[in-house]
């Protein structure tokens, strides 16, 4: 595969909207760790941002991450914590960008996801196309609850199309929705 541009990943849990449309702070969830570490790993993506200024999920977060790094751990799964390795824990998008200009030499261009149609999307092959030619870190922004806020959005330089379910019905979990984006904008299949 020919060199194209870093992508990373940032799971937001904040600001995120409610089921009511309200901007809320969403819980950071295990599952979501251990699958977007593996997934990160798997493409080999430098990074994956765990996004959230309440510092209890923080807290929670990191415990579950040094786990990983106990003796008993690595002769269990000598592989997850190679995979966990790659999430950094931040308190928001701002802190995510900043790393990865630190790490890239320059400031990332925000791509969001989201489940609703949304006007002017940019199609997959838009963005494969963009990865391989325009050079310069992305910053994928995957939304929990139930997606992404309007001022997030806003800031993006592009919104994702949506995946498609069949028969209408679309509600998959992120760490569903990020495999398929992920494959979809770096896998050998397309």
């Known amino acids: ?60 977060a990191y415990r579950l991450l040094s786990h990983w790094e106990t003796e008993v751990a690595r002769e269990l799964h000598p592989r997850r914590g190679e995979a966990l390795a790659r999430l950094k824990i931040v308190s928001a998008v701002d802190a995510a960008c900043r790393d990865v200009r630190d790490v890239h030499g320059e400031e990332p261009v925000l791509w969001a996801t989201t489940a609703r149609e949304t006007k002017g999307a940019l199609s997959f092959r838009e963005a494969r196309r963009s990865l391989a030619e325009e050079p310069g870190p992305r910053l994928l922004l995957l939304g929990t609850g139930w997606g992404l806020a309007p001022p997030l959005l806003e800031r993006c330089g592009a919104v994702l199309q949506t995946i498609e379910g069949i028969e209408g019905y679309n509600h998959l ?14 896998g050998r299949g397309g």
């Open 173 to 186: 979990s992120v760490r569903c929705a990020a495999a398929i984006l992920v494959d979809r904008l770096l």
């Open 1 to 60: 595969m020919g060199r194209r541009s870093p992508v990373c990943l940032a799971l937001v849990h904040y600001p995120v909207l409610n089921r009511q449309g309200k901007i809320i702070a969403s819980a950071v969830t295990n599952l979501d760790l251990h699958d977007l570490g593996r997934l990160a790993r798997t493409y080999d993506l430098p990074a994956c941002y765990v996004v959230t200024p309440l510092e209890d999920q923080q807290a929670m």
